[in-house]
């Protein structure tokens, strides 16, 4: 091959390569936005800030508070029993 055309192919290659990691980078950015917001909204529903989803409730504090106000406000004297 000649200097020209090993230039050439070099080229060809450099594009390909860049082709690839500018695909390669969107497609890892729209995972991470898709992944990060079913992260939030898991979490979301798990400390019962957002309603449940076709009836599935997995919501974690109303547990934790009763738990809180059934097993422990007997050994803690003057508690108040109100929520803010």
Known sequence: ???EQEIKVQGMIDNAIRKHNRSASIISLWLGIFFLAAFVDG???ALGQIEPFMGIDISLMHDIVDKLLTEI????PNMNTGMP
Do not use: E, S
Request: net charge neutral; proline share 10%.
């Open 1 to 3: 091959m000649t200097d």
């Open 43 to 45: 979490l979301l529903r």
């Open 73 to 76: 406000q007997p050994y803690i």
